[in-house]
């Protein structure tokens, strides 16, 4: 039993009368406690549109999600979720803090425990000096790190964070990298969507590599390695996606 | 609940700081001020203009007001994608709905509340302290906003911004004439006319119910009764239009 269970998940979008786009078409994968599962594929393979669906943000057209043994609507369930949007936006005219804050308070945790955290995660992400600062006037760096403290408000078992780095220099990446790992040792669950091969590479326990809403293959990185006769990440991934392109081949 | 209320606070404390609708509440400040310049009149008659043009504007200005906020209030959290975050936490998208009407009445009633102190103000200055009549039209016309933040709101969560600035708009119009147009279905002998007027009168809310002013203005006493019926009325309005939002909200592709 994986922590997260998607079963044969597709959702189909209905662009104007007759024209169906395909986000992700039977997809069935397990993600076990205290790994980190890394997503992967080009622009537009339905990443993305698996995390909204795990999530709820999205209707499936049919299968099954299941969370902590719950469905993705569960709100108590959803208490346990921390999640970082790709190319996070938030509400301008707010503080840092008091982003951290609102967010804090729908997770309806006390104001005592929130206060605490906000001063830990905001050191943690290095933006206690701008806690002053209206997001507006963010860079796209530190609003990516922003998210990550907000996706982290509630102290969550499972975190759903969609491409991390994006916007962040070198050694955002790499200090997101080591928080990643670091997460991991305290025991959480991370699921984690990126185009980025070796920062995947780096971190993530199990992968899975998507392309035009299908799921190609799934499992560690040595597993696909060696059964895909490749040469390392890049060139596994280049490998099933021309596989897939050339004959339509899904695992 | 409670996790709509704080979406509601937060939503309010945005738009607080946004100071775009300060520019209307600074407009809605000149009407009324420029009511007082009627020095001509007789002191009777001045009263009368100053109150007026003041209900008049609060009435106005509160509807672009209403209107403005709820148009954009769910939108603008699509538009930013911060939607994609606020549903990720532990809120149903019923809490997101009641949440966003919280923020848009707090709004209202802000805005509401300084246009009516500086009415009330100047009627001060003019030695004719409000009486409760005052009080009743400035109720109703708070109601009225409440509902057309309301209808606003709804539209929003299954229409573009353009049709239900449009939509809403005509609303407002239509809302203010369903009276006369029920007078002409009844005297008409037009089948089809009847039957429009008749489902106008029906389905749309008679804004015209709430309007008070120009009885108050002349003297005429509104009793607590109408009050009450017409608060009943526009308040089960809302709960029904409320409802249809909440289903498409429910409903809704994000």
């Known amino acids: 039993m994986g922590i997260i269970e998607v079963k044969e998940l597709t959702k189909y979008y209905i662009l104007g009368r007759n024209k169906i786009v395909i986000g992700l078409e039977n997809v069935s994968f397990n993600v076990e406690e205290g790994e980190i599962y890394g997503i992967l594929g080009p622009n537009g393979s339905g990443k993305t549109t698996c995390l909204k669906l795990l999530l709820g943000i999205l209707y499936p057209t049919s299968g099954d999600i299941s969370i902590l043994g719950k469905n993705q609507f569960d709100i108590e369930m959803k208490k346990n979720i921390g999640f970082l949007p790709e190319n996070p936006y938030y509400y301008d005219y707010l503080t840092g803090p008091e982003l951290l804050k609102f967010y804090g308070k729908l997770f309806e945790l006390p104001d005592k425990v929130i206060n605490e955290r906000i001063e830990k995660l905001l050191f943690l992400v290095k933006l206690h000096d701008a806690r002053k600062l209206a997001l507006r006037h963010y860079s796209k760096g530190m609003l990516e790190r922003i998210g990550l403290a907000s996706s982290l408000i509630n102290d969550p078992k499972i975190l759903i964070l969609d491409e991390p780095t994006t916007g962040l220099d070198p050694i955002g990446c790499i200090e997101t990298r080591d928080l990643l790992i670091q997460l991991k040792k305290e025991g959480k669950t991370i699921l984690l969507s990126s185009h980025f091969l070796s920062e995947v590479e780096r971190v993530c326990d199990r992968i899975a590599i998507f392309h035009k809403g299908y799921l190609l293959t799934t499992g560690t990185l040595s597993e696909l390695i060696k059964k895909y006769n490749a040469d390392g990440l890049e060139d596994l991934f280049v490998k099933t996606i021309e596989e897939f392109d050339k004959k339509g081949v899904v695992e | ?254």
């Open chain 2, 1 to 254: 609940m409670k996790k709509a209320w704080i979406i509601g606070l937060n939503n309010f404390k945005e738009s607080l700081r946004k100071k775009t609708l300060y520019i209307l509440l600074v407009v809605a400040f000149v009407v009324i001020g420029a009511s007082k310049a009627f020095s001509f009149l007789t002191a009777e008659e001045e009263l009368k203009m100053i109150k007026d043009v003041s209900f008049s504007c609060i009435d106005f200005f509160g509807a672009l007001i209403a209107i403005f906020i709820s148009l954009t209030s769910i939108s603008n959290e699509i538009e930013k994608r911060t939607i994609y975050t606020l549903f990720s936490k532990p809120i149903t998208r019923q809490n997101f709905f009641v949440g966003k009407f919280i923020g848009v009445i707090l709004i209202l009633l802000l805005n509401f509340v300084l246009m009516s102190i500086f009415f009330i103000g100047l009627l001060i200055f003019k030695k004719s302290p409000p009486d409760i009549q005052i009080f009743k039209t400035l109720l109703l016309i708070f109601t009225k906003l409440v509902l057309i933040g309301g209808i606003t709101l709804t539209i929003a969560t299954f229409a573009s911004d353009a049709f239900n600035l449009i939509f809403s708009i005509f609303l407002y119009i239509i809302g203010h004439l369903t009276t006369y147009g029920n007078q002409i279905a009844d005297r008409t002998e037009n089948v089809i006319l009847k039957g429009f007027w008749k489902i106008l009168y029906t389905i749309v809310p008679n804004y015209e119910n709430f309007n008070i002013r120009d009885k108050v203005v002349l003297g005429t006493e509104v009793s607590w009764n109408y009050i009450f019926r017409v608060s009943i009325y526009g308040l089960l309005y809302l709960g029904v239009v409320l409802l249809i939002g909440s289903y498409f909200i429910q409903k809704r592709e994000i």
